[in-house]
């Protein structure tokens, strides 16, 4: 009996050898790609900082009137001014409609029409 517990102790034990051997792999596997997509974040943090940079040099005040001045013909476009802005109290909104109500509703939980109620 004792040799039969000795040879499954020790066919255990390559099973668990095994088992730890390929989790070690994957485990390494799993955080080089972590390490891959941590790589990959910061390449475009830096990339958007840089597109940031670039988009508040291209929209500078100056360079946009010294366009504007430059494409008057085709484009038109005037200078802002506060004169050109409105208050909010100037701003027509619409109304909003209610919807017509036809029928009412008596004591008793009955529907009836207007006509029918007078």
Do not use: C
Not at 78 to 93: D, R, T
């Amino acid at each position: 009996m004792r040799p039969v517990l000795y040879v499954m102790s020790f066919l255990a034990l390559i099973a668990l050898g095994f088992w730890a051997y390929r989790e070690n792999y994957a485990t390494q596997g799993a955080l080089k790609e972590v390490e891959a997509l941590q790589r990959q974040i910061v390449g475009l943090h830096e990339a958007l900082t840089v597109q940031r940079a670039e988009w508040a040099y291209l929209n500078r005040p100056d360079r946009l009137r010294d366009l504007a001045t430059a494409n008057f013909d085709r484009l038109g476009l005037l200078p802002m001014e506060p004169s050109q802005f409105g208050a909010a109290a100037q701003v027509a909104y619409p109304r909003a409609k209610l919807p017509d109500v036809s029928f009412t509703e008596d004591v008793q939980g009955t529907i009836t029409t207007d006509a029918e109620g007078l």
